[in-house]
């Protein structure tokens, strides 16, 4: 089966970004990514205890592409913090 990194960027999400990552990781995928585009809130600080958290510009594209740039699975899937699967 292929390796999934899961990208979910994000900006000030800090009362959901927990509950997200719980639920992705529940789907035991390769690694957890959450790019953050700066936030001003606790997302980042609640984020690293699930997740590698990458730093970027914000902006969906930008996060999304810093998030790729770090991925090391064989498949990439992106998810909002406002998604479940």
């Not at 990781?25 to 809130?41: F, K, R, T």
């Not at 991925?71 to 699967?85: I, K, P, Q, S």
């Amino acid at each position: 089966m292929a390796s999934i990194s899961v990208i979910v960027p994000v900006l000030n999400e800090e009362g959901e970004i927990e509950r997200v990552l719980r639920h992705l990781s529940d789907e035991q995928p390769h690694e957890l990514i959450v790019a953050d585009g700066g936030s001003a809130d606790r997302t980042a600080v609640i984020a690293r205890r699930l997740a590698t958290v990458v730093e970027s510009e914000p902006g969906r594209g930008i996060q999304l592409n810093a998030g790729a740039r770090a991925a090391t699975g064989e498949l990439l899937l992106f998810v909002h913090a406002d998604c479940r699967l």
